[in-house]
């Protein structure tokens, strides 16, 4: 005659034990899978934004050439004379405009400002979906012709040559611009440029 043995309460309490650390390792599992699934989205996001960022560099310096063409040969600003004087259809300043405090022109932070400044129209590139703004002034405290009273100026000294020769002259004073651009791209993306160049 044989006998059923019933387990032991020791035996039912170590499965349960077992059963309770299963599902702390579960829980555990499941919060790593959601760290690393946010880990990723948030990486992603990230490279998404570099992505937007690099995109908009690219896009403001083919803007800078675009808007240099104004005072190349043959540009609405190409010769002293206009450059001597606003001209809003060339979004140009003859003096300095007024900035924030992070250097930025006002005129680019709202379309008020802008519409006392420039009426050139946007820049836009709309296979990636980016306007570009700009604004050039002039350094300088009033306008009219440039002197070295009134504006700022670029003359550096010419180096090199034989010691023996003559020193070379330097070049004409020439009055420095400064060219500013706001990109708008895709989602908001907003981004500043700003260079300053010569004439000649």
């Known amino acids: 005659m044989k006998h059923h043995c019933a387990p032991s309460p020791h ?22 899978a959601v760290a690393i699934s946010r880990s990723v989205s948030s990486s992603q996001f990230t490279l ?3 992505g937007f960022k690099r995109d908009l560099t690219n896009q403001g310096e083919r803007a800078i050439q675009l808007a240099m063409q104004a005072v190349r040969a043959g540009g609405a600003l190409s010769t002293e004379a206009a450059r001597n004087a606003d001209m809003k259809s ?9 900035t924030n405090a992070q250097g930025i022109p006002t005129a680019l932070l709202n379309d008020a400002a802008f519409a006392a400044v420039g ?8 296979v990636m979906r980016v306007k570009i703004r700009y604004v050039i002034d002039r350094m300088a405290t009033t306008a009219g012709p440039c002197t070295p009273s009134t504006c700022t100026m670029a003359n550096q ?8 020769e003559a020193p070379k002259p ?18 908001n993306t907003v981004s500043f440029f700003q260079s300053t160049f010569t004439t000649n």
Do not use: C, E, H
């Open 11 to 32: 035996r039912r309490q170590q499965r349960g034990i077992v059963l309770v650390f299963a599902l702390i390792t579960l829980v555990i599992l499941m919060i790593g």
């Open 48 to 50: 998404g934004n570099i």
């Open 90 to 98: 060339a979004n140009y300043s003859a003096t300095l405009l007024p």
């Open 119 to 126: 009426s050139a129209p946007d820049i836009s590139v709309d």
């Open 157 to 164: 000294q010419v180096f090199g040559g034989a010691s023996n």
């Open 170 to 187: 330097s070049p004409p004073a020439q009055a420095i611009f400064r060219m500013t651009l706001k990109v708008t791209g895709p989602r």
